[in-house]
């Protein structure tokens, strides 16, 4: 058993090393097709009045017309001895940009999972515990409500509402406490839906099992059937997809920041697309690709250890998103 | 003064790219920024009139190829380092040249015929050029040519795009900035050359000035009206009038340039025949232009450049909208109207297929509008829009692809306007005419070689009228690219010819 | 060790509710629908003190319909009307806050699937401390105490290593025994057992029988036990109540409706259990005795073995087994569970292939040859599996499902396959209609029936059937067992039939090879095997086949293997 | 036409229709018909034109003669909205299109083939599992250019992991099912048995999916729209016109009309695919 889990950890840490470095390529050979760059960006603007000759000019002029092969191997030699180079767009220093932008996604992002999940937690208990007919219907309906609503609305609605007719937070202030607050509930109702859908779906599964109707029988009244048995079987599985929300919650906070003009990553990403800084943006998909490979990995680490049913014969067969229809989510993650 | 002291935010929906001094200083955003921490050596007025800034005084040799400009004496950079002809001289080398190896671009709009600069002696500047340069003076007060430490110039790239690593000489330092976030500026109590012309030279009044980024033009727009900020950059038009009575200031300054309009590709069929751009011209009904799209702050075009440059001359009638006349100039031209109301000539349909600029907000609204406009007498207009990126690579003047290419510059003096329109001498070409159009060429070089106002404007004027008529330039509406809106209670900004809003003389109250 | 036989002071000092008047149970006229159909009409019946009652009847006849209103643990969308009394309390009428004491303490419940029946993520003894907490016990060492005692006394050899397991850790038979332990546990008035062995091996459902027959003696509690099997019904209960389509169609002592069942259905259910009837089929079987000596060798296995590594582990599934199948006989495989049944019939097909020893069918050798020349083999040897709900692929329609091999096999003509088709669903009794109904609108009998169709339409010379009816109930066997001993009258058939259950065996197979651990312990024909057994294992077996009253061990707790050893 | 009058039957009939087809799911689908026919025929539902309007009625509230109002050239909203479908709705196909056909067959042979294509497969998956999937849109609908079509198509690629995903788990879960031995035993071939077996079992969820991701791809598409990387104007995509009606809040019904309009269609769209995913 120790034994088949060390090698088990091994393979999966290796596996997620590969992912890692793949990513970093794919993303290069995407990035490097876009069309144009920085340096002619700005360049072109008409008010510069720059002629092609002297734009071709200066391109020669700082490398920028190398074969793509060579670039690659440049930034990936750089990427792997944790130099991320220059932005393009800016001419600072990739590593300080995303420095300065990170710890206000970090914040935003570790509201929006606590969030997320207490709304989830709210969703998934009302399913079971609420009257049937009108309170469980109801509760029920809200993941499919909150994944039908395009995420930039949900913002601008609060902004609206509690920015500027309740005067909660300062709009030109989006670090403080409520407007990372409202930040954190835009970006938070699709993925506690997506968490809510899972949750719901296992708790429905496990409370259909016979041990719930054997422990109900046993005289245990609903909240303690439900924190006691239900929570944990049903919420194991969410785990491994909390951790594939980690991905969501860093594409989303794309719309979510430039919706509440929040400095952070996505706004980063937004601004780095719109004019293309290569090193930029491949800095931090490769970023966001360490950050979900990790969290993926320590999540699949953690859950045979976690879930005691899981027997390491081969791979942990591990449930699947939301999205992925929540159908398809084994009752028993058991491995033969 | 008891009014002085207070501090405004500034809510704008860029910072740009870069802060790198020459990569940057064009940008419609930075510009705000660099406007209010360095000087210039000539000011620019919204009319387009040069006066001494820095420069106090300057002389010129007859064939304009040798400048002396006399500096301000005592004027220090925010590190100390005096403004003196050798940090003169060091800034226009690096206008000139850059330092492209390193990511350093040289400014685009500086003359290409400068040659060098010489110290006379600290206070002296000599600038020799290999030809003519009229236009070198009207340049300095251009928003790319600010000054800036040499401490600063001599700094690699990756410290000149710290934008606190970089001094000035301007009325406000950077305290704080954060990238794509926030610029926050105080006022430097020692400053004392303030540009005449806006009559007042000594220290700002207001203690700090915040440029916040918010991307969301209706957030900037609320913030501004539920008093969370001052002023807010490029709202929508449509919400002006409204904001206007309730109190709000609403400045449109328009800058010193071309109008907002088409330049016609000639060579593109059906733009080859002169009828078919005469029916353009008339087709577009430029009032409805200002009356859906914008507010009565618009001015409608009368010229292909704008009303208040030196040497404009009005030539409204050309513009009137006649769509009569133009469905009878394509009558004649042979564009007959099918079944569907869509006009065709053997077979192909009378197409018009524009960029939408992507430097203008509103430039889609308006193309749709236009469309509508055109739709009525048989002409179909298929939109396209691009991102500042591709738009500048693949929609350029007179390229077979696009048969009207939507101007939006700007530019200091009106007579460097007729070189830009063919291909001589590096010209733009932007009619695709090279040098087929005898008139304009001559025209050109007239203009060109004028040695005085009183002899230019006639001929500006011929021009003016020969490429309306012509319908190599269609106008839209005369542009303003930077609209303001502002609290009541701050009061006393000044627009510059780039309609860039200096805070330098402004006082907010209680 | 005595201590398991006797109860033990702490588990005697447990103060039980004064007792009232009357019977402990008593259902009137109960009704039970989900959503617009009725399942339960009108039953009632009443169970007194310390008394036994078995419900019993087909799948699908409402017994664990009955058995969770009692419980009230019926799901949302169901509906019950009617009275249900326990100890003079209506239980249906009772808020849920004043019903919830009796649960546990009133009434115990032990359910149909002991694998399924305990949290799997949580430890037994997590569970166990929900049970001891109805016990009003304050203190905790006392109770942990309580719960080992009890985990001893329902056999658990190490009722520590259980308390600390988690469920997955323990056998099916082990967490049947914790089941128990915790329902009697708080020592309940009443305990309801819902098909306690279904789902367990025959040599442990008696274990299993055995000791709730003995607790309830012992501590004198009424036991509500659910079966579809009459024979188990009727060895360990005092009163039978005959369900069918949800109401009563016979009630009375045990003895009397046992031995001279008065309704039709009864009678039925009391002939289709194999372990009261072993020569049922007698008249379709025994000509085929006949052939055991002149028929020639159908099936060829010698020396077969086969290992699997697991977690570096080796362990041999099959281990030198060797038996030979004459045409047109029918030869059984029985075993426990995991004792290499399946393995062996897959290897017999081709499936897998044999580390050592060779496999003939019909002269022709199977080791080493292609995938082509195995489809040939194939064409007349057809396997029906075990588990009629995953071996219909439930995409395809019931038509297209048996003529499947036809299309396959590109036997006759596009007409002629839809011929064949239609007599291979009637030769197994299923009319047109069900050509154009796909696998989920079939009970699991009819779907049986469509695998054996699907098996049969080749015309085969050999069916494979690996324990064909063990997902179904004693009814829905009979009528399938019946096809298959009437085609193989008919058809000359060769069957290897794979089961567990003796009894059915003992019906219907010619010869019989025990199998234990892989290895085949005992051979024979089926007189021999089950007239003289030589094999400890083999009596054990057979001991176990539950008997009804005649040969039971009713309320006799004699010496019996009490315990499981924990692996 | 059956002719079986049974009362029994009919009721039990009708009993199973309104189980099968609670009312929620009926509403959604009259609303999905709804937008497909605007889809297919958007000149039935509305007289107005909705590329060129009365330039002095511009921003007028709704009313009878503008049910969603009028835009800021004076164009009706409901007209675009209606106009608009079509392509919101092809977009949405052709994105699940992309992602199901292309994910789909990767899932398809990882699952089937196992071994090396396996390894290789689903290491691609995992790259494209990496980078999160509005990233990975956006820089393809950058890469590709500004337009619809290219937001669906970057909309599709970045749902191809998730279809590979879930094909390859129902594919694998599929192939270990004792059906597909069975029909190797009667004889069924490799491609057999993939494109008769393995292939409709692991669609019956995989559709249901499908069906939530078109309502999905609505959604990125109208985020794609927002910042900017749909079509040009006159086109009026649902996402289009609530982005465009965002600069306008003075008149809200500019974004609440299509906002509504979209949310009414998803929540639809999700809530049929709810329901597949339990009638199968
Ligand atoms: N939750 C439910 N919803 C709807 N119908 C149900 C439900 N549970 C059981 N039924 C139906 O009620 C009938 C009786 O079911 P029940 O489980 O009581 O039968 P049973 O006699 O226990 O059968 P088995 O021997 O298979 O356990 C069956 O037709 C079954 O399909
Ligand atoms: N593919 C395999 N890999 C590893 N072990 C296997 C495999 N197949 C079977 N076994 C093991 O071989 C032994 C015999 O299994 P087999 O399925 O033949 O038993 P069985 O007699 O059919 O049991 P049951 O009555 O439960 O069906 C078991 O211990 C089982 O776990
Ligand atoms: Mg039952
Ligand atoms: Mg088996």
Redesign the interface.
């Known amino acids: 058993m120790r034994n ?1 889990y060390l090698v088990y950890a091994a393979k999966r840490i290796v ?1 997620a090393v ?3 470095l ?2 970093y390529v ?2 290069f050979i ?2 490097s ?20 000759e ?1 734009i071709q ?2 391109i020669a ?2 490398g920028l017309d190398r074969p793509i092969p060579v670039q690659l191997w440049d930034s990936l030699s750089g990427f792997v001895t944790g130099d991320l180079g ?8 990739v590593a300080t ?1 995303i420095a ?2 990170l710890p206000s996604t970090l914040i935003l992002a570790s509201m929006t999972l606590a969030f997320s999940l207490i709304i989830a937690g709210l969703i998934g208990y009302g399913s079971q515990a609420l009257p ?1 007919k009108y309170g469980q219907g109801i509760v029920r309906g809200i993941p ?2 909150f ?7 949900i913002g ?1 609605l609060l ?2 509402i509690f ?2 007719q309740l ?1 909660l937070f ?3 202030d989006p670090n403080s406490f409520w407007a990372t607050f409202f930040a954190a509930v835009t970006l938070a109702t699709p993925i506690s839906a997506q968490i809510a859908e899972v949750l719901v779906a296992n708790l429905d599964n496990e409370s259909r ?3 719930a ?9 609903q909240v303690r059937l439900f924190f ?2 239900l929570l ?2 049903s919420s ?1 599985p969410v785990v491994t997809v909390i951790a ?1 929300m980690v ?6 906070a ?2 979510t920041e ?2 509440f ?1 929040r ?1 952070g990553i996505g ?5 780095s ?4 800084d290569l090193p930029v ?1 491949q800095a ?2 490769s970023l ?2 360490v950050v ?2 990790v969290v993926n990995l320590i999540a699949d680490l953690v859950y045979p250890l976690l ?3 899981v027997k390491l ?1 081969g791979a942990v ?1 591990r449930p ?2 939301a ?6 989510i084994p009752s ?1 993650v ?1 491995t033969e | 003064s008891e009014e002085d002291g207070g501090d405004i935010v500034f809510l704008i929906d860029s910072l740009g790219d870069t802060w790198i001094p020459n990569n940057s200083a064009i940008s419609s955003f930075q510009g705000h920024i660099w406007g209010h921490v360095t000087d210039k050596l000539v000011y620019v007025d919204a009319d387009g009139k040069a006066s001494p800034w820095l420069a106090e005084s300057w002389e010129q040799n007859d064939d304009a190829t040798e400048f002396t400009l006399h500096l301000k004496s005592g004027v220090t950079f925010s590190d100390g380092a005096p403004l003196d002809a050798a940090a003169v001289i060091a800034n226009l080398d690096i206008w000139y040249a850059g330092r492209t190896s390193e990511g350093i671009n040289p400014i685009g709009l500086f003359p290409k015929t400068y040659d060098r600069a010489e110290a006379v002696d600290a206070a002296t500047v000599k600038v020799y050029f290999k030809a003519p340069t009229l236009g070198f003076i009207p340049t300095l007060g251009y928003h790319g040519s600010i000054l800036i430490s040499p401490n600063s110039i001599a700094q690699p790239a990756s410290d000149q795009a710290d934008l606190s690593k970089t001094a000035g000489s301007g009325p406000y330092l950077v305290e704080a900035w954060k990238e794509g976030d926030f610029v926050r500026l105080v006022k430097r109590a020692d400053y004392n050359w303030g540009p005449p012309a806006v009559g007042h030279t000594g220290p700002a009044f207001l203690d700090s000035i915040t440029y916040k980024l918010v991307p969301e033009p209706s957030l900037r727009v609320a913030s501004v009206q539920s008093g969370q900020a001052d002023v807010a950059y490029n709202a929508s038009p449509q919400e002006l009038e409204s904001l206007g009575e309730e109190g709000f200031t609403v400045a449109t300054p328009r800058y010193l340039g071309f109008v907002n309009g088409w330049a016609i590709n000639t060579q593109v069929a059906p733009f080859d025949d002169v009828k078919v751009r005469q029916a353009l011209q008339a087709g577009i009904n430029r009032q409805e232009i200002i009356d859906t799209v914008y507010t009565p702050d618009w001015l409608l075009a009368t010229s292909f450049i704008q009303s208040n440059v030196p040497g404009a001359t009005d030539h409204g009638d050309l513009l009137a909208y006649d769509p009569d006349r133009a469905e009878k100039l394509l009558d004649e031209a042979g564009w007959v109207k099918g079944a569907d109301g869509i006009r065709a000539k053997d077979g192909t349909q009378l197409t018009l297929i524009v960029h939408s600029n992507p430097y203008l907000a509103t430039s889609k609204s308006v193309d749709e509008l236009i469309a509508q406009q055109l739709g009525k007498i048989g002409w179909k207009v298929v939109i396209r829009a691009f991102d500042v990126v591709t738009f500048g690579e693949k929609v350029r003047y007179a390229s077979p692809t696009v048969p009207a290419y939507e101007v939006t510059r700007s530019f200091i003096d009106a007579g460097t306007v007729a070189s830009i329109l063919t291909d001589a001498n590096k010209g733009e070409n932007w009619f695709g005419l090279g040098e087929s159009d005898a008139k304009l060429n001559d025209l050109r070089d007239r203009i060109a070689s004028a040695g005085s106002v009183e002899i230019r404007d006639p001929l500006l004027d011929e021009l003016q009228a020969y490429v309306l008529d012509q319908g190599y330039f269609i106008p839209r509406t005369q542009i303003v690219q930077r609209i303001y809106v502002q609290a009541p209670e701050l009061k006393g900004e000044v627009y510059n010819g780039v309609a860039y809003a200096s805070y330098y003389t402004a006082r907010k109250s209680k | 060790m005595a201590s398991q036989d006797k109860l033990t002071p702490p588990l005697t000092r447990v103060v039980t509710a004064p007792r009232r008047a009357g019977p402990l149970l008593r259902v009137e006229d109960l009704s039970v629908s989900y959503g617009p159909q009725e399942v339960v009409t009108g039953v009632g019946f009443e169970l007194g003190r310390g008394e036994s009652l078995a419900l019993i009847g087909e799948s699908g006849s409402g017994k664990s319909t009955i058995a969770r209103s009692v419980l009230r643990l019926l799901p949302g969308n169901a509906r019950a009307t009617g009275r249900i009394t326990f100890d003079g309390q209506e239980v249906l009428a009772l808020p849920e806050r004043r019903f919830r004491p009796l649960r546990g303490r009133g009434i115990g419940f032990v359910p149909q699937d002991p694998g399924n029946a305990l949290n799997p993520v949580r430890t037994i003894g997590a569970q166990a401390q929900e049970a001891a907490a109805l016990l009003d016990e304050p203190d905790k060492a006392i109770r942990n105490e309580l719960i080992l005692e009890t985990f001893a006394q329902v056999g658990l050899d190490n009722p520590q290593r259980a308390y600390e397991s988690y469920p997955h850790q323990l056998s099916g038979g082990m967490l049947q025994r914790v089941l128990i332990g915790l329902a009697v546990l708080p020592r309940p008035a009443l305990l309801v057992a819902d098909e306690p062995t279904s789902a367990l091996d025959v040599t442990i459902q008696k274990r299993i029988l055995d000791l709730l027959s003995r607790l309830q003696q012992d501590l004198d509690i009424s036991l509500l036990l659910i079966t579809h099997d009459l024979a188990v019904a009727a060895e360990r209960t005092d009163a039978l109540v005959v369900l069918k389509g949800g109401s009563v169609q016979e009630a009375g002592s045990t003895a009397a409706v046992f031995s001279a069942p008065s309704s039709a259905y009864a009678r039925k259910l009391r002939a289709d259990v194999p372990a009261l009837n072993p020569d049922r089929y007698a008249a379709l079987r025994d000509p085929g005795f006949a052939r055991l000596t002149d028929g020639k060798a159908k099936i060829a296995v010698s020396g077969v073995t086969k290992t699997f590594s697991v977690d570096g582990k080796v362990l041999k599934a099959v281990d030198d087994v060797s038996f030979s199948v004459p045409a047109g006989t029918t030869h059984a495989l029985v075993g426990e569970s995991g004792s290499g049944k399946t393995t062996t019939i897959r290897l017999l097909l081709g499936l897998d292939q044999p580390d050592h020893g060779d496999i003939t069918v019909a002269g022709t050798p199977l080791a080493g040859r292609s995938q082509q020349a195995l489809h040939a083999v194939w064409r007349h040897l057809q396997l029906v599996y075990q588990n009629p709900f995953t071996s219909l692929d439930p995409t395809w329609k019931v038509e297209h499902l048996v003529r499947e091999p036809l299309d396959r096999f590109r036997i006759g003509t596009p007409k002629e396959r839809g011929e064949q088709v239609r007599e291979a669903l009637a030769s197994v009794g299923l009319g047109e209609q069900f050509l154009s109904r796909r696998p989920t609108a079939l009970s699991g009998g009819q779907r049986q029936r469509v695998a054996i169709a699907r098996a049969l339409v080749l015309k085969p010379d050999v069916i494979v059937l690996d324990e064909p009816t063990s997902a179904l109930d004693v009814s829905v066997q009979a009528d399938i067992v019946e096809v298959l001993l009437s085609l193989q009258a008919k058809l000359g058939l060769t069957y290897v039939f794979v089961s567990h259950d003796l009894a059915l065996v003992r019906q219907i197979a010619h010869t019989v090879s025990v199998m234990h651990r892989g290895r085949i312990v005992e051979h024979g024909t089926v007189g021999e095997i089950f007239d003289n057994p030589r094999q400890p294992y083999t009596r054990s077996l057979l001991k176990s086949i539950p008997s009804g009253i005649e040969g039971g061990t009713h309320r006799s707790p004699h010496a019996f293997p009490l315990k499981e050893q924990i692996a | 036409m059956t002719f079986s009058l049974n009362p029994l039957a009919a009721r039990i009939r009708t009993a199973r229709w309104s189980e099968t087809f609670p009312p929620a799911v009926l509403l959604s689908f009259l609303i999905v018909a709804l937008v497909l026919a605007w889809a297919v025929a958007p000149g039935l539902f509305t007289s107005h034109n909705p590329a060129s309007g009365v330039p002095a009625d511009k921003l007028l509230g709704p009313s009878a003669a503008h049910w969603f109002g009028t835009d800021h050239l004076g164009r009706d909203l409901y007209a675009r909205v209606v106009y608009g479908t079509a392509s919101s709705v092809t977009s949405a196909f052709i994105a699940v299109v992309i992602g199901l056909v292309v994910g789909g067959l990767m899932g398809l042979l990882a699952g089937f083939l196992g071994g090396w294509v396996d390894v290789v497969l689903a290491r691609l998956v995992d790259v494209l599992l990496a980078i999160p999937n509005f990233l990975l849109a956006v820089i393809v609908v950058t890469a590709l250019g500004f337009n619809t079509t290219n937001a669906a198509i970057a909309t599709g690629v970045s749902a191809v992991a998730v279809f590979a995903r879930v094909m390859r788990s129902e594919v694998i879960k599929t192939r270990q099912a004792a059906f597909v031995e069975a029909s190797f035993l009667l004889g069924g071939s490799r491609w057999h048995i993939l494109l008769r077996h393995v292939l409709p079992n692991a669609s019956r969820s995989v559709l249901p999916l499908a069906v939530l991701r078109f309502g999905l791809s609505i959604l990125v598409i109208a985020s794609l729209a927002f910042l900017g990387y749909g079509d040009p104007p006159p086109a009026s995509d649902w996402g289009l016109l609530i982005s465009i009606g965002k600069d306008y809040l003075k008149w809200p019904w500019l974004v609440y009309a299509p906002a509504f309009v979209t949310i009414a269609t998803v929540l639809s769209v999700n809530r049929i695919s709810r329901w597949l995913r339990k009638t199968n």
């Open positions: 088949a596996q590969v992912v890692i793949l990513t794919f993303t995407v990035v097709i876009l069309p144009g760059d920085p340096v002619t960006n700005v360049l072109r603007n008409p008010q510069n009045g720059f002629s092609e002297e000019a200066i002029a700082q220059l932005s393009m767009r800016s001419g600072r220093p940009m300065e932008v049937r499919s409500l994944l039908s609503v395009p995420n930039f609305v601008l902004i609206h920015g500027f005067g300062r709009v030109i099992q016979e041990y109707a054997v422990a109900r029988a046993r005289g245990l009244r006691l048995h944990k079987p194991l594939l991905g969501e919650v860093l594409g989303n794309l719309i430039t919706v003009g400095t706004s980063l990403v937004q601004r697309v719109s004019t293309q943006l931090i998909v966001a690709a979900f490979v879930d005691p049913r014969v067969r699947t998103t999205d992925e229809g929540s159908a398809n028993r058991v």
